[in-house]
Nanobody
Framework: QVQLVESGGGSVQAGGSLRLSCTVS????????LGWFRQAPGKEREFVAA????????YYADSVKGRFTISRDGAKNTQYLQMNSLKPEDTAVYYC??????????????WGQGTQVTVSS
C-alpha cells in the first residue's frame, strides 16, 4: 500500500532551521507531484509548498516564500522541506502529500501522518 512517512520535526527557537523529510513508498515516485501542508492548533490545514513530478516547478504560500524550500530526490523516493528563519507562527503539524496532479489545494490523494514543528520565541 501507499505510505508517506514524515520525519525531521521538533522544537527550535525563532530564527532557527529544520529540514523535514517525507519518504514515499507504494507508488511510482517520479510520476507524482508532492506537497506540504500544515495545521496549527485551532486552525484549518493550509498549503505550504508544492513541487511537480520533475522538480522543475515549485509553489509556495506567501507566508513561507523566501524562507522555505521544497525539493525532491528520486533516488531516495523522498521529498524535503528546508525551513529557515523559523517564526513562532510556523508552529504546526506538517503533513506531506502526493497526487498525480500538482495542486495548491488539499485535494491530494495520499497523505502522511504528520510531524510536529514547534518554534519558540
Amino acid at each position: 500500500q501507499v505510505q508517506l512517512v514524515e520525519s525531521g520535526g521538533g522544537s527550535v527557537q525563532a530564527g532557527g532551521s529544520l529540514r523535514l523529510s517525507c519518504t514515499v513508498s507504494g507508488l511510482t515516485f517520479r510520476r507524482y507531484a508532492l506537497g506540504w501542508f500544515r495545521q496549527a492548533p485551532g486552525k484549518e490545514r493550509e498549503f505550504v509548498a508544492a513541487i511537480d513530478w520533475s522538480g522543475g516547478r515549485t509553489y509556495y504560500a506567501d507566508s513561507v516564500k523566501g524562507r522555505f524550500t521544497i525539493s525532491r530526490d528520486g533516488a531516495k523516493n523522498t521529498q524535503y522541506l528546508q525551513m529557515n528563519s523559523l517564526k513562532p507562527e510556523d508552529t504546526a503539524v506538517y503533513y506531506c502529500a502526493a497526487d498525480l496532479v500538482l495542486r495548491t489545494q488539499e485535494e491530494y490523494e495520499y497523505w502522511g501522518q504528520g510531524t510536529q514543528v514547534t518554534v519558540s520565541s
